[in-house]
């Protein structure tokens, strides 16, 4: 039996409750960490009562106490929708910069290896196309998604600081779009919001003119490419993503034709700083891990769609029922 002990942070969310899966089948004893201010307990329902699996509820902003060894940590508590960052951008801050400097710490006192959750929004919106690790990128720090962008800079940033003057094994995944099941159907990124508007019979809602791209992974791709990461000894940024680039205009048509609904594609005011282009150059994740995407957008589409039409009736007209009032103080 495999004897590793990991500590997932993040872990009742979409790409986190995935990660959890994925080493409970490699046989490790996970344990998950959720403040469950963005994430949801029933996408890791399935594995509470299993004995190799922990829930702890904790704000990882606070400090991050575990009994015991642990021999890996993957921090991938954030928010992580445009929308997420206007109605907390303190906690995005955070859980970026306060969180990661507490897993760093506990990193080092348990002489574990920790991968940390980056993006491609470290890019901003990028003048360079396709996106490489070497480009700096073209952030905004004071636009709307400052927060999320430079708690991950700043993130990226603390953890090379630890790895050189340290010596902590240190891994950064540049994670770009990444979509499946267990996403939030109400968090306003654009595949749930697709899909949702054509299950309520809604138009679709493409925003601008719909010419600006996203290259979209299917999740288990993405798990796969993290997990190879951890595994290997690369520690400078490696791009995690889909290179197949789409505009949101043409995703839009793919949508009606994926749910064989006849919405209509109606167009709304583009937001703020919201990138114009974005496409992972994955020539490291090639060459480093030896990993490229297999799944196609049409099958990951498939069974992300299948997902969504599976989910409770009212579950779609819900309104993101969280209340944020009172942890957005700081
Ligand atoms: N978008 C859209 N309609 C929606 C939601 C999003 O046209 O109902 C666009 C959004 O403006 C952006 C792209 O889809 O250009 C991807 O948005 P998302 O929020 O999923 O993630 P981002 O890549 O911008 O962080």
Request: charged letters at 25%; glycine letters at 8%; proline letters at 5%.
């Amino acid at each position: 039996m495999n004897k590793k002990r990991i500590l997932i942070t993040g872990a009742a969310g979409f790409l986190g409750s995935h990660l959890c899966d994925r080493f409970m089948k490699e046989g490790m004893y996970v344990i998950g960490m959720d403040n469950l201010i963005t994430g949801d307990l029933k996408n890791i329902g399935h594995l509470r009562g299993d004995a190799r699996f922990e829930f702890i509820h904790h704000d990882v902003t606070t400090y991050v106490d575990i009994s015991g060894d642990l021999d890996y940590i993957l921090h991938f508590a954030s928010p992580a929708s445009p929308i997420d960052y206007l109605k907390i951008p303190i906690q995005t801050l955070k859980v970026g910069a306060l969180g990661t400097h507490n897993l760093l710490g506990l990193a080092k006192n348990k002489k574990a290896r920790i991968l940390v959750a980056s993006t491609s929004e470290v890019y901003g919106d990028p003048l360079v196309h396709p996106q490489n690790e070497e480009y700096y990128g073209n952030v905004n720090p004071v636009g709307p998604r400052g927060v999320y962008d430079e708690a991950k800079r700043f993130m990226e940033s603390i953890t090379m600081a630890y790895h050189r003057f340290h010596g902590l094994d240190t891994r950064i995944a540049r994670i770009f779009n990444t979509y499946g099941p267990r996403m939030r159907l109400n968090d306003g990124r654009v595949i749930p919001a697709f899909i949702g508007q054509a299950l309520r019979g809604e138009d679709l809602t493409v925003f601008g003119d719909g010419s600006q791209t996203r290259s979209f992974c299917f999740v288990d791709d993405q798990v796969e490419g993290i997990y190879r990461l951890l595994m290997s000894d690369y520690h400078l940024p490696v791009n995690i993503g889909n290179p197949n680039e789409i505009s949101i205009r043409d995703f839009a048509e793919e949508i009606v034709k994926l749910t064989g609904t006849d919405q209509k594609i109606i167009y709304k005011p583009l937001p703020e700083d919201d990138p114009l282009q974005r496409q992972p150059d994955i020539s490291k994740a090639r060459e480093v891990l030896g990993w490229e995407p297999k799944v196609s957008r049409e099958e990951g589409m498939k069974s992300t769609y299948k997902y969504f039409k599976n989910l409770p009736k009212e579950e779609l007209y819900k309104k993101e029922h969280r209340d944020f009032s009172d942890r957005n103080r700081g």
